[in-house]
């Protein structure tokens, strides 16, 4: 989300979305609240710092992995004073491929070149998350937890396409059984999970085989040969979340350009139009934190419209 107020995200967040809201993140705090300051910061006995060229994998204590704590900690607080519990919560974290292509090393590379260092993050990264859940759970009783990993660079981990810390090198792609078992290891973290990612070619079939219970994914990219993937997912009980709505400024007045994505999606799957709604969530089409604040708002408003329309439109 775009602001510095976590008091005021989320209200928006908890206003706009009763049914399925999010803690939200605000990255234009600075480095110490963005994907990987934030992710970071919930790793279990591994301490990390801010270097000039992004976040490191130390042996000590910083102030920087303080820093970041504190500011998760004083959005949990926010949280908890407005919320009156709702049915569910949805908490963001960076997965750990996309973490492990974000970090660097001590001696420099990324963690992504060093395959017990990835090893070492996933464990720590999964026994942080386990806790999150638990004192968020704590903090709002009744409340079912949802944990989603944000996993932008898998494609381009998966396809060998991230680039060493000289930049005149790529890292070697992991195998596609060595990816499941990774993230595995960190959606254990939680019972009910969803992993994201925004960009082209997801691998819907790697996230389920990991354990994945929903894909969250940026419809308006689609295109027919993801079919046979999500057409899998969801005959296995998969939920979708699909992004139809602009996440940067734009207008957001054709409801019904935005839910035929949606709907040729559902037809091309052959599912029956009553599963849609138990199904599908419908979300913007990546992080708004590049938006105006009254664009995110408008955003959040206009999936919980279309949602509605497409629970009540027959097909």
């Known amino acids: 989300m ?6 005021e995200a989320v209200r928006v967040v908890l206003g706009e979305l009763p049914d399925l809201p999010f803690l939200p993140e605000l990255p234009a ?3 110490h609240a963005d994907l990987a300051g934030r992710s970071a ?14 976040w490191r994998l130390t042996t000590g204590r910083s ?8 500011l ?6 926010a949280l908890q004073e407005a919320a009156d519990a709702p049915p569910r919560l949805k908490l963001q974290c960076a997965g ?3 973490l492990a292509a ?11 070149a060093d395959p017990g260092a990835v090893d070492d993050l996933a464990q720590s990264l999964a026994e942080g998350l386990a806790r999150h859940v638990a004192d968020v759970a704590a903090r709002l009783p009744g409340t079912t937890i949802v944990l989603q990993l944000d996993e932008p660079s898998l494609p381009s981990v998966l396809g060998g396409g991230i680039p060493t810390a000289s930049g005149f090198g790529r890292l070697r792609a992991p195998a596609a059984s060595r990816a499941v078992e990774v993230l595995a290891t960190v959606l254990a973290a939680a019972e009910h999970t969803v992993v994201h990612c925004c960009a082209p070619s997801v691998p819907v079939a790697l996230l389920r085989k990991a354990g994945a219970g929903a894909v969250s994914l940026d419809a308006t990219l689609l295109t027919p040969r993801d079919d046979d993937q999500l057409g899998e997912a969801v005959e296995s ?7 139809v709505v602009p996440s940067s400024d734009a207008r957001l007045s054709d409801l019904a350009a935005m839910m035929r994505p949606v709907q040729e999606l559902w037809r091309r799957l052959g599912q029956a139009p009553e599963r849609l709604p138990d199904t599908v969530v419908i979300t913007p089409t990546c992080g708004m934190a590049g938006a105006s604040p009254g664009h995110a708002r408008r955003a959040l408003k206009t999936s919980a419209e279309i949602a509605r329309r497409l629970g009540e439109a027959p097909e």
């Open 29 to 31: 705090r600075g480095q």
């Open 63 to 70: 102030r920087d992995a303080a820093r970041a704590r504190d």
């Open 237 to 243: 009980g998969a939920g979708l979340l699909l992004g």
């Open 72 to 77: 998760l900690s004083y959005d949990l607080d």
């Open 96 to 98: 750990p491929w996309t």
């Open 102 to 112: 974000q970090l660097e090393l001590p001696r420099g590379d990324r963690v992504l």
């Open 41 to 54: 910061a919930l790793l279990a006995d591994l301490p990390v710092d801010l270097q000039p060229a992004g």
């Open 2 to 7: 775009p602001g510095t107020d976590p008091r």
